[in-house]
């Protein structure tokens, strides 16, 4: 089945230890997403690609930075996670511009623990 | 601004009772509308989405949702809960348009599912 994958699903690191977060998409989606959801909130933009294009959340903090090196794969960079980086992060992924709206596609997440 | 507000933080209902979540929005015109559910762990998965038309949207899993654009609002329903429907879900609106979309999520409401 076409789906987005994110690898790892579980994540620990240590505090100021530099991490990047996987996803890969089989949908050959044109915009893929990255959300940051915290415990018992609702998952928050960080930023997007449209096509290669990249688009940051104005409140995204400059720790967090993304790679797409070709449609099917998006990284989410994280310079040097603090506590508060701890978090569930989802990939999603939606194809734009083709006339009619398709929903987003989510990933399985990968939960990030911060020592 | 755009903003989503689901009241309840959590609903208990008895297996086999009907259930709705209740959603409202603040936008300036009608957006999309769209309901996740999210199992512990697990990614956001789509359960149904309101672009136009019949305001009265079908689901999978036996759930539907109901648009009424004077009182803003897109409840979700059920008429017989079963116990696998525990699970936090999340109401969110986009804006009508077929490029990039930014969900706008709202708090969520959890639900448990008593024997």
């Known amino acids: 089945d076409a789906m987005v994958i994110q690898n790892p699903r579980y994540q620990v690191t240590q505090f100021g230890k530099p991490v990047t977060l996987s996803c890969s998409q089989t949908?050959?989606?044109?915009?893929m997403y990255w959300y940051q959801q915290k415990s018992s909130q609702a998952p928050k933009l960080l930023f997007h690609y449209y096509d290669k294009d990249f688009n940051n959340e104005a409140d995204t903090p400059d720790n967090f930075q993304s790679r797409r090196p070709n449609t099917s794969f998006c990284f989410l960079d994280i310079r040097s996670p603090g506590l508060g980086d701890a978090a569930m992060y989802l990939c999603a992924t939606s194809r734009a511009g083709m006339g009619s709206y398709q929903p987003q596609h989510f990933g399985d997440g990968t939960r990030l623990s911060i020592l | 601004a755009q903003s989503v507000t689901q009241p309840d933080i959590h609903i208990t209902v008895s297996e086999g009772a009907s259930l709705e979540l209740r959603c409202n929005y603040s936008y300036g015109a009608t957006p999309y509308l769209f309901w996740y559910v999210q199992s512990p762990g697990q990614g956001l998965q789509l359960l149904l989405k309101?672009?136009?038309?019949?305001?009265l949207v079908q689901g999978i899993k036996g759930f539907e949702a109901e648009f009424k654009r004077s009182q803003s609002s897109f409840n979700l329903r059920k008429p017989s809960v079963h116990w696998s429907d525990a699970a936090e879900y999340f109401c969110a609106v986009a804006p009508q348009n077929t490029g990039f979309q930014k969900l706008v999520f709202g708090t969520g409401t959890r639900l448990l599912v008593s024997p």
């Open positions: 949908l050959n989606h044109n915009v």
């Open positions: 309101y672009f136009s038309g019949d305001t």
